[in-house]
DNA sequence: TCTTGACTTGGAGTTAACTCCAAGTTATAG
DNA sequence: CTATAACTTGGAGTTAACTCCAAGTCAAGA
């Protein structure tokens, strides 16, 4: 269950520049890379499941600060042990919801557009 | 049609900041306010809607520069006539979709930790 | 043995999006 | 008339998230 990947091989993978992956690893938003003899990073396939959660939490315009805690979730079991972590992923959640629903309400706006071409006018809520 | 607000008026209702609204004017995201008679700023309703456009839009994840043709959009009125902007929208649409399934994977996750508290498998895809 | 290529490090530079500041102008209230 | 508050400008500084670079190490092939 790790395949042993070089850098340049992870990079591929997971779409991350090594710089940027020396990068998460600098700000701790990666562990500390495991090393060959010569001192070399090597990966397995969790670390690229890793990286594609960060990926895929990027998109939804999570910051890397954000994503921090969350990370560490992913590794960890039991959350319920930890109110602090629980309330943070409750309102992440909250959060998210609000954002799908800006997403959507934009996309009716483009889907009018793309139909008739009309203005727009109070159809966007202020905060 | 125009209420006509301060920077600071329109500042608290579209909770942008007015060094923020300023430089939004600078780098061509709004229209050049208009001017009182001693120069200073007031804006419209139609500003303001605007400016809630922009703040909708940037929770969606949208840079400032992405924004621009769209916002120019939103004043006009018919794209029929211009296909590149056609084609912009469009493919700004399926963005967004990517982006809401996305962030629909996200909360199915953090429902199933705010539950179980189980670690994370191939449940996300790569790019 | 020498060269090539893949890696290492620390640190500097870049871009987007603000955010702050200093110096100046104008309107109103006391 | 003067102090205060609300604005103006240009430009400098800040933060996040990279991105690039120079100098060095190490292993394998010609």
Excluded: W
């Amino acid at each position: 269950m790790s395949d042993n990947f070089t850098i340049k091989e992870i990079s591929k993978l997971s779409g991350l520049s090594e710089d940027t992956i020396r990068y998460y690893e600098k700000i701790q938003l990666l562990p500390p890379a495991k090393r060959k003899d010569n001192g070399h990073r090597f990966y397995s396939s969790t670390d690229k499941d890793i990286m594609s959660l960060i990926t895929c939490m990027k998109k939804t315009g999570m910051s890397l600060n954000e994503m921090k805690p969350f990370l560490f979730l992913s590794q960890e079991g039991d959350i319920q042990l930890d109110p602090n972590l629980y309330s943070l992923l409750q309102s992440h959640k909250e959060k998210i919801e609000v954002q799908i629903k800006g997403m959507q309400i934009i996309l009716e706006f483009i889907n009018n557009k793309l139909k008739k071409g009309e203005g727009f006018g109070k159809t966007f809520y202020a905060e």
